[in-house]
């Protein structure tokens, strides 16, 4: 199963910051939590992962609680071409270790 | 970046003949590849983790002898789907990542779409 919760579905305006939550409380001190995006009929797509510092990259910046039992995803300027389904993963960095998809959000983006 | 490229992007076949799919990538060695599949409005599942010069590993329920998987080299995995009929119509994605050199991501093709008449 997998070992993140997230709302099924959420809505934003184009323009605004868009703020995905994803809660993992049982994740485990060498767990990294990533971050994937699936628009409609493509395969997965890399956003962003880390282990417990905030990271930012040129798509978005993920913010991880102190306790690392939740994290935010934060799309600043979200776009149309941002709607998708928003996958928030846990797993073991450095491992040829396999992915356990949850059902994610889907974020629309309201013009 | 890391490419990971699958063919053919969309094939419809008749009730009973064998598919082939491949997965590549393109731009790094993959030991380690894995297949999902995604039915319409759900998420993906997993259905092996195909190892480079070994036997598959499959998850609960999935048919090893109906999803054939060979990973012959460091870059090329097939997952062929024998005697395909109307009910194995999904969207199949691959996955492979660049392996244990730290906190490297998965990357994925972009599907797929397979359809049995």
């Known amino acids: 199963d997998a070992k993140t919760t997230q709302p099924p579905s959420m809505d934003c305006a184009e323009g605004r910051a868009a703020n995905l939550p994803c809660n993992h409380s049982?994740?485990?001190?060498?767990?990294?939590v990533y971050w994937y995006r699936q628009i409609h009929s493509q395969g997965p797509q890399y956003i962003i992962h880390?282990?417990?510092n905030n990271e930012t990259n040129e798509m978005a910046s993920l913010i991880i609680t102190e306790d690392r039992k939740s994290s935010t995803l934060i799309l600043p300027h979200a776009t149309l071409r941002d709607t998708a389904v928003y996958y928030c993963?846990?797993?073991?960095?450095?491992?040829?270790?396999?992915?356990?998809f949850g059902k994610g959000t889907r974020l629309h983006i309201l013009p | 970046g890391a490419v990971v490229s699958q063919h053919p992007s969309w094939v419809i076949c008749k009730s009973g003949t064998s598919v082939k799919i491949e997965c590549r990538s393109l731009?790094?060695?993959?030991?380690?590849m894995f297949w999902y599949r995604q039915f319409p409005k759900q998420s993906l599942m997993l259905m092996a983790t195909?190892?480079?010069?070994?036997?598959?590993?499959?998850e609960q329920g999935v048919e090893k002898d109906k999803f054939l998987i060979n990973h012959a080299s460091l870059t090329l995995s097939t997952l062929t789907v024998t005697s395909a009929h109307p009910e194995d119509s999904s969207f199949y994605i691959c996955?492979?990542?660049?392996?244990?050199?730290?906190?490297?991501?998965?990357?994925f093709g972009d599907g797929t779409r397979l359809s049995i008449l």
């Open positions: 996955s492979a990542s660049q392996g244990a050199r730290g906190n490297q991501p998965q990357h």
């Open positions: 049982t994740i485990s001190g060498n767990e990294y």
């Open positions: 880390g282990l417990k």
């Open positions: 993963i846990v797993r073991v960095a450095g491992r040829d270790d396999k992915i356990i």
């Open positions: 731009d790094f060695q993959a030991t380690t």
């Open positions: 195909s190892n480079e010069g070994s036997k598959a590993t499959y």
